[in-house]
């Protein structure tokens, strides 16, 4: 695992953001997977602010989403779906043929999904944050590490964490999201922790592995593994 440590916030943002865009640049049809959650809103907002400085097209490219709440109606302002819509596809005008999200709208979602997958060629570089419970994804503590794509449950804590970025008080209670294997099978993982509320479970994310109560801590097999902190999330290492 490799960790940058940035000396501002606004650094590690800019770090995360430039290494997606040079993969894409270098490699006009890769394949990426997108994160949700406050941590990317300005990891996006910067990603396209480079995309305009270097005038890039990324019409080739194609784009994965980890998960996807279960249970909301199609459109939903609260879904990830919305988010990515609002954060990335439009700020980037990345058209919406060239993303997938998990379909939870269908039979046998996560079983099309992970052949969607599949059959792009796999994910090239898998942007990831971290739930302050240690969970990636929604792969919450005692996901297994072989688990693919499934309908998983979330915790209280998760529920809770989430809840501000609600437009009602109707949070679900379960999702479909990529699995640790599943994640795993990307070429490249790259995971941005800012803030005091990620400090805790950074610390413990690097003191242990193979950790069924900090899933993130499977990730740290792979072999292209990239963790970038910012001084708050570093705080306590
Ligand atoms: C969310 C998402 C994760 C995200 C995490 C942290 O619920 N499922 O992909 O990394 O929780 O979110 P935040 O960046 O808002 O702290």
């Not at 400085?53 to 779906?81: C, Q, R, T, V």
């Not at 079983?111 to 792969?139: A, M, W």
């Not at 294997?181 to 994310?205: C, E, N, P, R």
Request: proline share 5%; charged share 20%.
């Amino acid at each position: 695992m490799r960790i940058i440590q940035c000396d501002s916030t606004a650094e590690a943002i800019q770090t995360v953001a430039l290494l997606v865009i040079e993969k894409m640049e270098s490699h006009p049809t890769a394949v990426i997977g997108l994160a949700t959650g406050r941590t990317m809103e300005p990891v996006y907002a910067e990603m396209a602010k480079l995309k305009t400085e270097k005038s890039l097209n990324l019409a080739k490219n194609f784009f994965f989403m980890l998960d996807e709440y279960f249970g909301l109606p199609e459109n939903h302002p609260s879904s990830f779906k919305y988010y990515i819509e609002k954060h990335f596809l439009n700020p980037l005008q990345i058209s919406a043929s060239q993303i997938a999200v998990p379909p939870v709208h269908v039979r046998d979602g996560a079983t099309h999904y992970e052949e969607s997958i599949k059959q792009s060629g796999g994910v090239d570089l898998q942007l990831l944050g971290i739930g302050r419970n240690g969970h990636v994804g929604f792969n919450e503590p005692g996901s297994e590490k072989n688990s693919r794509t499934r309908l998983v449950r979330l915790t209280e804590e998760t529920i809770a964490a989430n809840k501000e970025q609600f437009v009602d008080d109707k949070i679900p209670t379960e999702a479909l999201s990529m699995g640790i294997g599943t994640i795993m099978d990307s070429k490249s993982l790259l995971m941005l922790a800012t803030g005091k509320s990620k400090a805790d479970m950074i610390k413990y994310l690097l003191n242990h592995h193979d950790d069924p109560s900090c899933p993130a801590s499977f990730l740290k097999h792979h072999p292209h593994f990239t963790l970038v902190l910012d001084p708050d999330a570093a705080s306590k290492i």
